[in-house]
């Protein structure tokens, strides 16, 4: 070995002496129930990485809700609590501050004082049974969340289960707010081989089918009957029985028509949506439609209600889109006509009011979205302050503008020269010589301060919403964002006007976007009055729930 090769290695051993060792980190707390404040026994808190390379951690509590969680390799994480009966959080206070959502963890480091306070999850529970009173065993039964999201209704299933061989169900593990409670009977499917025969009379004429089908509560056949079941923390809502119905079922017997070539289409995608009590479609229904030799399709089996027949199909190298309200009685429906058209070309342009200016590093993207759940988001690019846009015939929508700078907003939609931003963009007005116009306005309100939770204490991390009120007609005007970690905030480009201030650490207050849910927003907000170009500033100190 040459005295060179020796002195590199010498020196390279110095230096891994000198350098400091990396040291595993620990961190300590407690898990206490949000509503009393005891101490709970069996509860889970996890670290999990943000970096590459880290392995994801935990510890369980001992009998006084205290976890300890070592050698903890350094990185940056992001913690969680859970334990059975209660709501996962993933909301850590350190001596009555918030916890930024993902912390660095540095060598040798011993974070203590840290609290989870989870909250009890909510039950609703019953029975479901034929209408003879037997019990209806295995059964689904589904709880569905009514959701909004800019101007747009739907539902999605929050929680489903079983019954038992009693006919009993529960469903656990809910968040508060409202669901529709439906059970959902479905017959096995056949062996492959296996053909049911139709009932006939003497004469071999088929009869009209009865059967058994998805009920919701109160015992209703029709999502637009349905009546939701409300809930809180840690309450338990039994006796939410429900009937299984047993109703006739119908044929609904049409075609398919292209608006490109009139030719009757037999390759085209139908789907049946349940109407709700607001007229819009919402919950898919079980549709399998077939096509005869005559070009004709038939849907059986379809059950009493008002539902959204949508059809889609290609013709000529077009994407043709059509959809029609069908009302189901006791009658088949024959005869039925879906007339599909082409998407329609829009053109549109931006316009500025204000004196502001855009900056063309940061280009813009105009977004329609669409007020049914049959058609899909259209999301353009605005570069040069002018798009292009393909939009369904029969459709409304929204107009929304990302990347927009910090102090405009969207002030109107002009479409022939009127501003439709609270009625929405009608597609039916499409066209390819008249474009609409946005309108952007560089005098936004400002909105900042410092935000404190019931007990007084800054809430670092918190989250933010500036709801208007009234809501209706100003879904543009909505504005959300988060506190640092001093619990200081700042929302930019608010449209002037009424709003109602909200704030909340794991779970919103109320439903943001349901104007019938003012009432429980007020109660925990504050409200706040906007000026155009003015800066606002507050101290808002969330109100407990009564």
Known sequence: MTRAVCFILMTLAVRAQDRPAVQPAMVEGRVISDLDQKPLRRAHVTLRPMDAGLTAIGAEGDDQGTFVIRDIAPGRYRFSAERDGYLPSATTLRDALRMPQVISIRSGTRIGGLTFRLRPWAVIAGHVRYDDAEPAVRVRVDAYREYRYKGRTGYVVAASTATNDLGEYRLHALTPGAYFIAAVYERAAPQRGYVEQARTDQEGRELPVFAYTTTFFPNTPKLSEAVPVRIDYGKEVPGIDL???????VKVRGRVRSGVS??????ATITLQRMDSHNVAGLRAPA???????GDFVIRDVTPGAYLITAEAADSGNRLLGRSVVTVAEDNIDNL???????????GQIKIEGGGRLDPKKPLTVT???RSESSTTVRVPAGNGKFQCSVVADEIYDVYVLNLPDDFYVSAVRANGTDVISLGLDARMASPDIPFEVVLDSRGGRVGGVVLGPDGNAWSGANLALIPDPPAGRLQSYREGSADEHARFQLRGVAPGKYILV???DDPPCDLNDPEALDTCRTTGMPVAVAPAAQQNVTFTVKAKP
């Not at 009937?243 to 079922?249: E, G, T």
């Not at 009139?262 to 390759?267: R, S």
């Open 243 to 249: 009937f299984l119905n047993l109703v006739r079922k």
């Open 262 to 267: 009139g030719e009757v289409l037999t390759t």
């Open 288 to 294: 399998t439609p077939a096509f005869g030799p005559d």
């Open 337 to 347: 006509e879906l007339l599909i058209s082409p998407e329609r070309v829009w053109n």
């Open 368 to 370: 329609l979205e669409p």
């Open 503 to 505: 704030a909340w650490l």
